[in-house]
């Protein structure tokens, strides 16, 4: 079982609908990161979360310690929101980062 | 913020050259830095870790002669990339801490291409 596990794997939606991908672990973690990285381009960092939850713009990111869980969410969703997201946590005990393989994310017109 | 500047965004390079991938953190002291190697379809993979001023600990099955990785100062690591192969096309990212800190960041990643 991987560490850093998301889901969806895919997802394809309408313009408009409201987006969540969670990412779930399994290890102590000093924070837990959202990526998106779109077809043969960088990194972009989204979000870096210890605990609560952050919004920026019509992303937003939850995180509950307790259950090891983290949600990001998009509202309003566009297609240029099309890309795969990343969920990687930095573990507590080395400071490594720990990835998930990525949630594809496709927004129809 | 912690900024962590890599570049090349993205190489293409004839097979049997060598790439250099430079990882710099811009606004803090990494005193840790991690390398990472993506596979198609699937995550990223750590390679190695470097701690400033000392050699790199590769993770298994990572080649140390053919990967190599510099971080001579607390705000540069290197990894080059010798003698690369097709198989070696893939996407490189670091991430760099600053435990003292709390500072955990990334780069943007390397697109390599090896024709």
């Known amino acids: 079982k991987n560490e850093v596990e998301q889901s969806p794997q895919n997802l394809t939606a309408q313009e408009g609908e409201f987006i969540t991908i969670n990412c779930s672990y399994s290890?102590?973690?000093?924070?837990l990161h959202w990526l998106q990285q779109h077809p043969g381009g960088g990194i972009v960092s989204l979000f870096m979360?210890?605990?609560?939850?952050k919004k920026h713009g019509r992303l937003i990111a939850t995180i509950n310690i307790q259950e090891k869980h983290s949600s990001l969410h998009i509202t309003a969703s566009h297609p240029r929101d099309s890309a795969v997201y990343i969920c990687?946590?930095?573990?507590?005990?080395?400071?490594?980062?720990?990835w998930g393989a990525g949630t594809k994310l496709i927004i129809k017109p | 913020g912690a900024v962590v500047s890599q570049h090349p965004s993205r190489v293409i390079c004839k097979s049997g050259t060598s790439v250099k991938i430079e990882c710099r953190s811009l606004?803090?002291?990494?005193?840790?830095m991690f390398w990472y190697r993506q596979f198609p379809k699937q995550s990223l993979m750590l390679m190695a870790t470097?701690?400033?001023?000392?050699?790199?600990?590769?993770e298994q099955g990572v080649e140390k002669d053919k990967f190599l990785i510099n971080h001579a100062s607390l705000t540069l690591s290197t990894l080059t990339v010798t003698s690369a192969h097709p198989e070696d096309s893939s996407f490189y990212i670091c991430?760099?801490?600053?435990?003292?800190?709390?500072?955990?960041?990334f780069g943007s990643g390397t697109r390599l291409t090896v024709v």
């Open positions: 991430s760099a801490t600053d435990t003292a800190r709390g500072i955990y960041t």
């Open positions: 979360l210890s605990s609560g939850k």
């Open positions: 606004d803090f002291q990494a005193t840790t």
């Open positions: 990687a946590v930095s573990a507590i005990s080395n400071y490594q980062l720990i």
């Open positions: 290890v102590g973690i000093s924070a």
């Open positions: 470097s701690n400033e001023g000392s050699k790199a600990t590769y």
